[in-house]
């Protein structure tokens, strides 16, 4: 039976789109196939049903490529379910399917269409940005621009304050799922002190989908479940649930993306000619204090920005490609830049295909697992964003190469293997037909 069952799901895991013709219609086919009433993008069919928020982000890139009024309708979506507090949740579950665990009912949530109670990775005002430079249509551009900034300057707002109460210019995340990067060893010490021996039981269903050795083990999992009971327990109160909750990292990922967000949203509020000053210096302060701040993050051995644990008090030392949006973020510089610059060199001198989230050297590198080593396209686009305006060109050219040559080779998958270069996870995933569109096309010709 269990034998069947992984045969099964072997076959499945085959790319129903490996792009035998034009890869640029199947990617844009794979958008259109995940659409769900021209407002959302979902992840994957089965895996991930419904609105993710950065996936939703990525997506909207993808979708400006060939559909601007769609792109920017997405980030509507997104926003339209924004709480009155600022947050924007990292689910939206648009609709009921019960192929997916942790639902509404775990999270319990009395809104009109539910929502899970913690966010992810905050690239909107970044991928608002690359949009409208973009925008072939201005005047559409600049007023869904209008109604979307003041929206994504309250999300900052909220991250500033309630994720960095004591304005320390670091903020912080409460749950693995926040980083974007689920079972990130970058995680593992502070998770371990995570109780989860009350934990309520559950039925996972992600391993319905794909292979449990690729996915997060069930032990971490029991530490989400715990986390996320306890936020609940508390109503959601960000606030209240800063100083109180066992997992309080300051995750290198999450923060350079925000400093750049922040960046990117100034420029939009000033480009579109905003009138509001007081916004602008507020924005001006956050990052000021970020680039303060960041230096904390610096680990010498690792010769990268590692993410902080807030709780403990200590440095993870360990370097993700997450620490490499340091570039992207515009947060290294100088010599700084240059050192960063250098470890991303010597990762994709030691991997066949680039970027693996772990350098294969390291012993935490496993090539299949999930975020504990293999490669992920929108991490690609952002590395290599970072590196080319940082004017490091060679490795750019490496990682947009490798990136078509995985999607043209192996199909949209959701990540891939480093060393063999398979595609891992959920077929015919919204980003990485979306990092195919904007970006990595540009390299596969
Ligand atoms: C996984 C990923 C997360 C993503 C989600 C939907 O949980 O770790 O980053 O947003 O899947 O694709």
């Not at 905050?122 to 979307?148: C, G, N, W």
């Not at 305006?389 to 043209?408: F, K, N």
Request: glycine fraction near 8%.
């Amino acid at each position: 039976m269990l034998r069947r069952k992984r045969r099964l799901l072997l076959q499945r895991r085959k790319p129903i789109n490996a792009p035998s013709g034009d890869p640029d219609d199947a990617a844009r086919g794979i958008l259109i196939a995940n659409s769900r009433g021209g407002r959302y993008t979902i992840p994957a069919k089965r895996l991930y049903p419904f609105q993710w928020n950065w996936d939703s982000c990525f997506s909207a890139l993808g979708w400006s490529t060939f559909d601007e009024a769609r792109a920017w309708e997405e980030l509507r979506t997104l926003f339209a379910h924004q709480w009155p507090g600022g947050m924007v949740p990292h689910i939206i579950f648009h609709e009921r399917h019960d192929t997916y665990f942790p639902g509404p009912d775990v999270w319990r949530l009395k809104q009109e269409v539910p929502t899970s109670g913690i966010t992810q990775p905050p690239v909107a005002a970044s991928v608002a940005r690359f949009i409208y430079e973009r925008a072939k249509d201005r005047e559409m551009a600049r007023d869904m621009l209008a109604r979307l900034l003041p929206r994504i300057f309250l999300y900052h707002h909220w991250y500033h304050h309630q994720r960095d109460p004591g304005k320390t210019g670091l903020v912080a995340i409460y749950h693995p799922w926040e980083s974007g990067r689920d079972n990130s060893p970058e995680w593992d010490a502070a998770l371990a002190a995570v109780p989860a021996d009350k934990v309520t039981p559950y039925k996972r269903r992600d391993i319905d989908h794909v292979l449990a050795e690729h996915r997060p083990s069930q032990d971490d999992y029991n530490r989400y479940m715990a986390l996320v009971e306890l936020f609940r327990s508390h109503d959601y109160d960000h606030g209240a649930i800063y100083p109180l909750t066992p997992f309080r990292m300051a995750d290198a990922g999450v923060n350079f993306m925000l400093m750049r967000a922040n960046r990117d949203l100034l420029w939009l509020l000033e480009e579109t000619g905003s009138a509001d000053g007081a916004a602008r210096a507020e924005i001006a302060k956050w990052i000021a204090r970020q680039e303060e701040a960041f230096e904390s993050l610096w680990d010498e051995n690792a010769g990268a920005y590692c993410s902080l644990d807030l709780v403990a008090g200590r440095n993870t030392g360990i370097a993700t490609s997450g620490s490499f949006l340091s570039l992207y973020a515009g947060a290294a510089r100088g010599g700084r830049a240059e050192r960063v610059a250098g470890t991303v060199e010597r990762w994709i001198s030691e991997s066949k295909f680039s970027v693996p989230t772990i350098v294969p050297s390291d012993v935490l590198f496993d090539r299949m697992r999930y975020w504990r080593g293999p490669i992920w396209a929108i991490m690609n686009f952002m590395v290599a964003t970072g590196l080319r305006e940082s004017g490091y060109y060679a490795a750019l050219q490496r990682i947009g190469e490798d990136t078509a040559v995985l999607i043209r080779t192996n199909g949209f998958q959701e990540y891939f293997d480093p060393l063999s270069g398979a595609g891992l996870g959920g077929a015919d995933f919204s980003w990485t037909a979306a990092m195919w569109l904007f970006w990595a096309r540009e390299f596969g010709r």
